[in-house]
């Protein structure tokens, strides 16, 4: 494989924040009095502004009960995706990052879209810039592009299909199956599962997410030998070490999944910690521990948690309702061309759904999760 590129946390790029910048910008937490008016204010203006929360799992858990309370949701990319589209809503508050912003408006183009924060990025969006990854897909152009949805619009603009973590085995897996070589960009960790897993012909651009590659298989084979009992859910930006230890790799919504159906008390889970509050909700009487980033080989920029997701608070989204600031704007031609690889994913997404549930094979239900031991 070709090494293209490493992620350079800390450079900010255009409107984007570094890692500093944004743990800087995380707000602070409201007092609890602070907390029941805020929350007060931002059912009031989400019925005002007849808008709705399409939270993900890893913001602050006070965002997902108002997202869940309010009739949003609270889900992984691809669900939040879906259903930004499908919701009757003239606005979408997205609180996440803005790869999921973008999307949002891309897939609805006519609907408002804001975010608390607009500068919340992701380091796989930030290591992958539009016009180096168009001269890399230009070297190769016998490739089928294949971009993870943590890209910007640009990116995607580039690609023949997104992904996201809970269909792109599938849809690799497809890709193979018809003899297409594969161009994947940018999680590198996602790749090289993903490439294990189908034996796809794949050329992988070299990012990676900072709150996952920070988890040390080292340390959690340590913590297995303390916890023989529990069951280890990984999510793929994981590196390979880490996953080579997992019960279950999956996306977040799977790892929830494999939490509530797995008959196990305990669960070691490596994925940002913001996961845990559903995890807790959705699977009570079971015990959920963070996998560890730290030890004797930690170097540990984030601690299991991601900083841009963390700088979306109570406060900002009550002022952007209020002051309808911080909309996700993106250039109409290029969200056109961005839509193709996205609708391409929701449609065999719909469709592998349809053939799973026709032919009774829960295990292979996306919704379900993907068991390494077993595969
Ligand atoms: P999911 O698609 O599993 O929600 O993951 C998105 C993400 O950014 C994980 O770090
Ligand atoms: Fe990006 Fe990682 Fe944060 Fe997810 S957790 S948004 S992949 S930096």
Known sequence: MEAIRSVEYDRPQGLTCGVGEAWARVPDAPSPEQKRELKERIRALLRREEAVLV??????????????ETGGCVADSLEMARFGRDHAAKTLVVAGVRFMGETAKILSPDKRVL???????CSLDLGCPADEFAAFCDAHPDRTVVVYANTSAAVKARADWMVTSSIGLEIVADLHARGEKILWAPDR????????????????WQGTCLVHDEFKGIELDLLRNEYPDAKILVHPESPEGVVALADVVGSTTQLIDAAV?????????????GILHKMRLAAPGK??????TAGNSATCKSCAHCPWMAMNGLANLAEVLERGHNEIHVDPAIGLRARLPIDRMLDFASRHK????????????????????AA
């Open 55 to 68: 939270a993900h799992y890893y913001v602050d858990a006070e965002l997902q009960e108002l997202a869940d």
């Open 261 to 273: 159906k797995l008959d196990a008390k305990r669960f070691i889970v490596a994925t940002d910690l």
């Open 189 to 204: 960790h996602l790749g090289n599962y993903i490439q294990k897993k189908t034996g796809a012909d794949m050329l992988l």
């Open 287 to 292: 015990t959920f521990i963070e996998a560890p």
């Open 115 to 121: 975010m608390p924060d607009l500068d919340a990025t």
């Open 354 to 373: 349809k053939r799973v549930q026709a032919s009774g094979d829960l295990a292979k239900d996306t919704s379900l999760f993907t068991n390494v031991g």
